[in-house]
């Protein structure tokens, strides 16, 4: 028995969901429509436990990971405002097999390499789940966004879907149907226990990197040179799970790790079916280590919103006390500039200290950001310049 392994997640606790209020403005009133699993008052007790055990086998090179996953949830009022139990299981493996060539005599002073190590992990997650409810009979108790994100979603449900009042917005542009194709519910400590239904796939992913040595004879390191990571995902029931299209969440993400501060960066995604999200973007980043950092990139989005937008970032350690951040957007297509961000953060002996503004020009509207961090922390958000975190108070001297 010590071969398995077992997670799990228990809660339990009292959840209250209340309709968003009409917008008083009767310009945002006219484009005002709940969203699906919001359009009533509810509350009650929500519990649920949710468990997985795994079975870690070593076959000759491939690593596989066969797991069994189980919930069993309550909740005390439905979209209906009746009580619901819900029961779900997960059955699947997980598998990989990684390879390796190495080819020490290529070698280019033009591209920077000096031998070239190709790493490649296959990886592939295949289940099948089935839920004794349907994911919309409850309400959404655990949001997927933030509260600006869904004012924003109602009012695409009018501008870009057409859509009319009372009905809700097509079930393939419903972001509780995205997370459940990505098989949020599979995860043990998901970020909603709300998203649970019949799913059954197969997701293939192959991950790259070609290594090379860099540095001073005598002093060379491994680096990675480029990466590539590629995914794609099989739906058997496509009719059921992905809008009757047998391929899709596909996606990719690229790095040229051109020079020691240089760095080109591309990923993509892209869905199947008729309008599905598609999206490209490519950028460059010139980094000098504690000192700042440059930021150019361009994204295209094709499918419900078609945008071309560019993206500029910079981030500069002014002097031993402060550092300057700013970037801008703006959209090629009809939105025009989106809008500009400027602040300015202060390295404290105890704490970091950021102020600064930022123009939405797309949403006409103007805020204000005021954060602070302490500076001990392993990790900042704040603190980072160049790729690399701002050292503690006095680990570089006396300050």
């Not at 484009?31 to 699993?37: E, I, T, V, Y």
């Not at 000759?60 to 009022?77: D, M, N, R, S, T």
């Not at 790259?208 to 990571?229: C, E, F, N, P, Y």
């Amino acid at each position: 028995m010590d071969r398995l392994t077992w997670y799990e997640h228990t809660h339990v606790g009292y959840a209250r969901l209340r309709t968003a209020t009409v917008p008083l403005d009767p310009a945002d009133a006219a484009k005002f429509d709940l969203m699906a699993g919001e359009e009533t008052n509810v509350s009650g007790i929500r519990a649920a436990t949710r468990h997985e055990i795994d079975l870690p086998l070593q076959l000759g090179a491939v690593k596989a990971v066969p797991y069994i996953l189980g919930e069993l949830a309550f909740y005390g009022e439905d979209v209906s405002g009746t009580d619901a139990t819900r029961s779900y299981g997960q059955v699947g493996i997980r598998a990989s097999l990684p390879m390796w060539q190495r080819r020490p005599n290529v070698r280019s002073k033009l591209l920077n390499i000096n031998g070239i190590a190709h790493k490649v992990v296959f990886d592939a997650d295949v289940f099948w789940s089935d839920a004794s409810e349907n994911l919309d009979r409850f309400p959404r108790y655990d949001t997927l966004d933030d509260d600006s994100v869904e004012h924003f979603r109602r009012r695409f449900f009018f501008d870009t879907f057409a859509g009319i009042p009372g009905t809700n917005v097509a079930a393939r542009f419903d972001e509780r149907f995205f997370a459940l194709r990505t098989n949020m519910q599979g995860n043990v400590t998901a970020s909603s226990a709300d998203i649970v239904d019949d799913l059954t796939q197969a997701r293939l992913g192959i991950r790259q990197r070609w290594q090379t040595k860099r540095g001073l004879a005598g002093r060379q390191r491994t680096v990675d040179w480029i990466s590539l990571d590629l995914e794609a995902v099989l739906f058997p029931k496509p009719g059921r799970d992905n809008f009757s299209q047998e391929v899709g969440l596909l996606d990719y993400h690229l790095r040229w790790y051109v020079g020691d501060r240089f760095t080109l960066l591309s990923d993509g995604f892209a869905d199947c079916f008729g309008d599905g999200l598609r999206m490209v973007t490519l950028g460059g980043i010139l980094s000098r280590p504690e000192r700042g950092s440059i930021y150019l990139g361009m994204r295209v989005l094709a499918g419900p919103i078609d945008s071309k937008l560019m993206h500029g970032a910079i981030s500069y350690r002014m002097s031993e006390k402060w550092i300057g951040i700013a970037s801008t957007s703006f959209d090629f297509g009809d939105a025009g500039n989106i809008g500009q961000s400027l602040a300015v953060t202060r390295i404290g002996e105890s704490a970091l200290i950021r102020v600064g503004m930022h123009v939405d020009e797309s949403r006409d509207n103007v805020g204000i950001q005021f954060a602070i961090e302490p500076r001990f922390m392993p990790s900042s958000r704040l603190g980072r310049v160049g790729g690399v975190q701002v050292p503690p108070a006095g680990a570089n001297g006396l300050e």
